[in-house]
Structure formats: C-alpha cells, structure tokens
C-alpha cells in the first residue's frame, strides 16, 4: 500500500487521481501507525511551510516523517513536502522545518521584472545521475512547477536534479538512500509525471 | 529554461464548447471531456474551462463535469465563470481543478481574491479580466477600462490599476482577455498585454484574438506573456497544438515539445 500523508493543509485531490490513473492502491491518511506500515510513503506539497509544520507537529507527524526515512521505507516528497524536509525556509519570515536534508529553502528574486513569482510552468530537469525513480524517463524531461521558494541542499550529493529559473540553478530533485523529493508536480506533469509515480511505486528504495 | 504555456479555452453552455464572437452566435463544437482529453494528447500544457454551468437555467457549476475532466487529464486547468463565492471554490478545488478564476465577482467583491487565497493558496486563485481601450483620462490612465458580465457593463476601473490591486489582494495569475480583440483571430492585444506584464510581478496569461502561430510568437516575444489562451484556431481544426508548438520553436520561444 501506497501512504499518502494527509496533513490538513490542502488539496490532494491531484495525487489521489494520479494514483487510480495508474491503478495503484493509495490511501490518504493522518494515521502514524498506517504510513509506518505502508511499503511506500509520499509526503505531498500543498500550504505554506509555517502552517504545514504547525499541522505536522499537531498530528505528532514529524516524528513518523524521519521514522519513515530511517526506516528505509521508500519516500517521495513533493513540492512544499520536498521543501520541509530541509532545515530551514525562508518563508514568512523564517521557519525552522524538520531538517533530515541539511540546506535552505529561498526566494526566488529575479533581475529580470519579466521573469515573474511563483515561477508556474513547465521546465525542464537535468539529472546528474541515473536513479529508478526517473527510469525510461528522459534527462531534460519537462515538469510542471507552481512555486515561489526553492531548495537549496547544502550537501551536493543529495542534489539528483537541476532546474534553471529567475537567475537561480536549484534542486528540483532530491535524492537521497530511501528517499526522493521534487520540488516540481509529477501528479500534473502529464504521461511523464505518471512514469515517475509508477517507478516510485516499483521502487525498493536502494 | 521555463516553457511559454499554451491553453486551450473551452467554453460550456448546457455541457456543451461552444465558441462565438464577442460573446454571440455560439456554435456547439463537443464534450467538453472529449475535447479536454484531445488537448490534452496534443501536447497543450494546461486547461481553461469558462462559465461551467449545470444548464442556462440552473447557473449553478457543474461539479460532476470538473471531476470527469479531471480523471481524463493529469495536466492542471482552471475553472471560471460561476464561481460565487468560496465554497464554489473549495468545490471546484476539491474535484479536481488546480485553478479558479474570478473576474465580476472580483470587481464587485474584491476581498474575494484575498479570502481565496488565504483558504486555498495564491496559486490557486487566477484574476481573469476584460477589459477594453477607451481614451486615457484621469480615471483611467491607460486607456483601457475593465468591463464585466460579458463585456455588457463598464466599470469605470483602470486595467492596470486592477491588475496591480489583485496581485496585492494575492492573486497567483492574471488573465488578460481583451474585448476588443476577443474572437477576432487578428492577433492578440500586443500593447495591453504587455502593459499588464510590465506592472506585475506574477505571471501574465494572454487572451483574445489568436488566429495562427505567429500571433503566439508575437504576444510571446513582444508582450512578454508567460501563457498565452488560444481557441478557435485549434477548435475549427485549422492548427494542432503541436503544429503551434512547432511554430513557436523554430522561432525560438522555448515550449514543451514532449509529452
């Protein structure tokens, strides 16, 4: 079974569908116990870093977010569940986030006034190696963003994939042992998108 | 490098697209989720659905029809016309669509687009706005004016004032439709469009007038639009997606050219 972390912050309708797209069992849920026994976990991305991290900490879900990592179930976070996984954001004036990925997430401040905030859109990933998650998936394969913040790892080796916008080269995809984690959206990123969703859902997480 | 975004308009009367001029003489062109799925194939990279009403008589948004869209295609769309308030919102939201787009309601009730965004996130929530050239005046320094239910009614209110309030009321996108160029197929509304963009800070969708792929080229590259709407040139058949996406390549505007 497939856990998708529900933490009350928003929307997951766009998951749910991606899932029964491709005709995977994903259950949406609060429940520590069921995302601690599921073979995969997704921690999607919806609401502002401040308010997911007071709803994470009120369903007492971080914990289980660094028992899911250390436990080696494989992870896949998503968008703001990608950015909160660092240790810091620069949202709403700075918030300290769960930090199992030492790094930064920052605003993007472009020079150009053409180049606008959020950066929504399609735009393309470079991959620095190859991962199962992206297997059958081209490099530079274009991904739909909706984002104003972006990662900033300061470990090189947890960067998978490189995105260009607003001046700014960030970590579109995080990777590291057990878990993976796009700041872009694979449940609306078209065929592509559910390629990847599949390759997680086959993924032994190794 | 960021891709220009291309989306087709389907606009519903009784369930059905139908396409007019300004607003008039509709022609029924299909199922609006057959018609989605299409584009869908053909590489568009969003959706916009308008006036989503249950039937003419019964203005209420057709919910059932959001979710159907939403099963047959994983790319983001947005849905406007109708929508009344936040629960239409959270309703359209929740089956399914990435975006609702608020253009009267917003004029009458500008608080609207910072409530929405406040409940659901600025992303979601689109200004659409049509507004049309009028002589500069003190009331309306850019010589355009926003008119609402249709076009019918004149506000008085300056376009680019408006757009500047949204995107401080927390709007994630506007949407530019131009009523003079709307339906015309002789081009998009080159120096509003880019008015609008050079005076936000969010992203600026085009609309209005797109008749073949230069059109695209043009609001793309001298209008600095990020998106840009096109309907009737794709709904006759005349031009596919990729056909335009191709165009819009070779001179040298990035798209997504595989999906």
């Not at chain 1, 810091?88 to 990925?101: F, N, Y």
Request: with cysteine; net charge negative; proline share 4%.
């Amino acid at each position: 079974m497939i856990a998708v972390i529900d933490y009350k912050a928003g929307n997951l309708t766009s998951v749910r569908l991606a899932f029964e797209t491709l005709g995977l069992n994903a259950e949406i849920t609060s429940s520590s116990r069921k995302i601690l026994s599921a073979d995969h976990v997704v921690f999607p991305g919806v609401g502002a870093a401040r308010s997911a991290m007071r709803t994470l900490e009120q369903l007492e879900l971080v914990d289980t977010i660094k028992q899911v990592f250390h436990n080696g179930i494989p992870f896949m976070g998503i968008c703001v569940g990608l950015q909160i996984l660092l240790e810091r954001s620069e949202e709403d004036d700075g918030v300290d986030t769960i930090g199992l990925i030492p790094g930064m997430v920052k605003l993007f401040s472009p020079a150009d006034p053409f180049d606008k905030v959020p950066q929504i859109g399609w735009n393309s990933v470079a991959l620095r190696y190859s991962h199962p998650v992206f297997n059958g998936i081209s490099d530079n394969s274009n991904f739909y963003f909706v984002h104003s913040y972006y990662p900033m790892p300061s470990d090189n080796s947890d960067i998978l994939g490189q995105t260009e916008y607003a001046g700014a080269t960030f970590s579109s995809v995080i990777a590291r042992n057990n878990l993976v984690a796009t700041q872009f959206h694979p449940e609306k990123s078209g065929r592509i998108g559910l390629q990847l969703l599949d390759n997680f859902s086959k993924w032994n997480g190794n | 490098m960021l891709t220009k975004r291309i989306i087709p308009c389907l606009d519903i009367r009784d369930r059905k697209v139908t396409k007019g001029v300004k607003f008039q003489n509709n022609v029924v062109l299909g199922d609006p989720v057959e018609l989605a799925a299409r584009y869908y194939n053909d590489g568009c990279d969003e959706l916009v659905f308008y006036d989503i009403t249950a039937s003419s008589e019964n203005r209420r948004i057709d919910i059932e029809m959001v979710r159907e869209v939403a099963s047959a295609v994983r790319i983001p769309f947005a849905v406007g016309g109708g929508i009344s308030g936040l629960n239409d919102m959270h309703d359209v939201l929740f089956a399914g669509a990435e975006k609702v787009s608020v253009n009267s309601l917003a004029v009458r009730k500008p608080d609207i687009i910072k409530e929405g965004a406040k409940a659901f996130g600025s992303q979601c929530i689109v200004l659409g706005m049509d507004p049309v050239r009028v002589n500069k005046t003190e009331q309306c320094p850019s010589g355009y004016e926003i008119t609402i239910r249709g076009f019918r009614e004149h506000t008085g209110i300056d376009a680019v004032q408006w757009a500047k309030q949204a995107e401080d009321l927390g709007a994630g996108e506007i949407v530019v439709n131009s009523v003079d160029a709307d339906g015309t197929r002789i081009g998009y509304e080159i120096e509003l469009t880019r008015l609008i963009a050079e005076n936000v800070g969010i992203p600026v969708v085009a609309s209005g007038g797109a008749g073949n792929p230069q059109h695209l080229v043009d609001v793309f590259t001298q209008a600095h639009a990020d998106a840009a709407i096109i309907a009737g040139m794709i709904h006759t058949g005349e031009y596919t997606i990729r056909q335009i996406k191709q165009e819009l390549a070779l001179a040298g505007v990035p798209v997504r050219q595989e999906w």
